[in-house]
């Protein structure tokens, strides 16, 4: 299971999703333990108060203050979960309705507009997909005619929630649209473009990134892929 994703190929559990080689992609060390401290810090000021707390007080504060990334991380998903079923419905003439949540509501508002302003024939949506040659397995969220600048090529499309659009590309989410486009190439299909979609979950303002250097990417996914397999080995020292 990968995510909410469980992958079989006859018969057989695939052992690596997609996202789990892009889990792989190199992150600067203490990037993560950098972006914890930063959420509870800013839960810890917005939830100081002047009024002493007694000891099983104090343990509950700090209970809260050190969750509050896990609370952060959960909430993103939700929010990226909901956008993605908004779209996915929207794209089979489902009529969905917006989010009762408003900060949910304007992500999909923002998706929305830009699917109506730039895709012209969904090809395929929440399509799972198997690599004969990689031996791994994914969901692409979207294959789309577009139109506009780019009329009648053909897209694989990501959609990805980010804190803001000023956020720095991850390596993982080029790889990941990277690995999708090879995978359907390999199953016979013309893609031309790869379409990183992002939408701020702050503000629910979209932008589009089309992917350059396709064969250099492939070489970065394959690097992944290795890694995801590595597994060292040891013996005992005599």
Same mark, same amino acid.
């Given at each position: 299971t990968h995510g909410n994703h469980r992958y079989m190929w006859n018969n057989e559990k695939v052992d690596l999703s997609v996202s789990a080689v892009c889990n792989s992609f190199a992150t600067p060390f203490g990037a993560a333990s950098g972006w914890a401290a930063k959420v509870i810090r800013e839960e810890l000021l917005r939830s100081y108060d002047d009024e002493p707390l007694d000891r099983e007080g104090f343990a509950d504060w700090a209970k809260t203050l050190c969750s509050a990334p896990r609370r952060v991380s959960k909430l993103a998903a939700d929010i990226g979960t909901e956008v993605h079923q908004f779209i996915e419905d929207k794209s089979n003439d489902l009529r969905p309705e917006l989010s009762i949540d408003p900060e949910i509501a304007r992500c999909q508002r923002g998706v929305a507009a830009w699917y109506d302003q730039n895709v012209d024939q969904v090809l395929s949506s929440e399509?799972?997909?198997? &690599?004969? $040659?990689?031996?791994?397995? @994914?969901?692409?969220?979207?294959?789309?005619? /577009?139109?506009?600048?780019?009329?009648?090529? +053909?897209?694989?499309?990501?959609?990805?929630?980010?804190?803001?659009?000023?956020? &720095?590309? $991850?390596?993982?989410?080029? @790889?990941?649209?990277?690995?999708?486009?090879? /995978?359907?190439?390999?199953?016979?299909?013309? +893609?031309?473009?790869?379409?990183?979609?992002?939408?701020?979950?702050?503000?629910?303002?979209?932008?589009?990134?089309?992917?350059?250097?396709?064969?250099?990417?492939?070489?970065?996914f394959e690097a992944a892929l290795h890694l995801a397999r590595y597994k060292p080995q040891t013996e005992n020292f005599q």
């Open positions: 399509r799972r997909i198997y &690599s004969l $040659k990689w031996k791994i397995a @994914g969901t692409v969220d979207m294959v789309a005619k /577009m139109k506009n600048g780019r009329n009648g090529r +053909i897209a694989v499309i990501d959609w990805k929630g980010v804190t803001g659009l000023d956020a &720095s590309i $991850k390596d993982g989410h080029i @790889g990941q649209l990277t690995a999708y486009r090879e /995978m359907l190439t390999e199953a016979g299909e013309t +893609i031309d473009d790869c379409l990183l979609v992002r939408f701020s979950r702050k503000t629910g303002e979209v932008d589009a990134l089309v992917l350059k250097d396709h064969e250099l990417n492939v070489k970065a």
